[in-house]
């Protein structure tokens, strides 16, 4: 059965103010969201897999929103996280501002259900109005709420 991407998200897994003004740095923060919850076996690892992907296929900033992510076995459901930048980090090779950084682990037997999520995302993210009220959210219980409402489920 496949996974409702509103069971994926928790207010636990948002940052509203990532400090970070480097990609890497950024990522490490929501990773570590992740695993002070007990999402990810070996955080130090994982971590590596994001940075490693991102190093030899870069993700695409699109409308100031990137998810940078890792298919691997450290992770036994798929993971997200989410952190806000409001003057944005640098990403990619055209280091284009991400605002809204989805980090996602992804465990190998579950590619069908990724491709879901990740397609569920971007479909959200791409409504402007969307990625506003995701821009002005106040708390992280608001932005999970505003997400599942967007999405639908």
Known sequence: MPIALSDLLSEKHVTLAVRSRKAANAIRDIVQLL???G???K???FLEQVLAREQAHPSLVENG???PHARTDLVSEIVVGLGRSLP???FGQAQDRAHLIFVIGI???LVNDYLVCIGTL???IRNDATRSDLMRAETPR???DLLVRAIGE
């Open 35 to 37: 695993a002070e919850d």
């Open 39 to 41: 999402k990810i076996a």
């Open 43 to 45: 955080p130090d690892e």
């Open 65 to 67: 929103v990137v998810f």
């Open 88 to 90: 944005g980090i640098p």
């Open 107 to 109: 465990p190998e037997r």
């Open 122 to 124: 971007v479909r959200v």
């Open 142 to 144: 608001q932005v999970i």
